[in-house]
């Protein structure tokens, strides 16, 4: 098995295009959101930030969530980057959960 094809193909497929139901997806050139239609938490499904940019699109993504009144999750994989974006989102006041883990079968 492959596992960079498996990463690739769960990337675009659950995080990048996928819209769930009851939200509305936004890009944006750093973040995939998901805004809630019906006043639940929001979420980021997918983030493409670096050391240089990563604490001013925390900030800008707080910023938008407080205006439109919305909670939100960002999601954070064990491959997204920087390394030590778990730690600027908890420097941000974001709770961070268990890990969870993906299992794939060929």
Known sequence: MNIE???KLFHNQLRIE???PGFIKEET???VRHVSKFNEDGFIS???VNNQNAGQVIQEE???FSS???RFE???FSYDQP???LDLLKKRGFQIEEREALMVME
Do not use: E
């Open 5 to 7: 094809k498996v990463l």
């Open 29 to 31: 050139d750093h973040v």
């Open 83 to 85: 390394p030590h974006l």
């Open 74 to 76: 960002w999601k954070v």
């Open 68 to 70: 439109l009144g919305q």
């Open 46 to 48: 997918a983030s493409n």
């Open 62 to 64: 707080l910023n938008y």
């Open 18 to 20: 996928s819209t769930p």
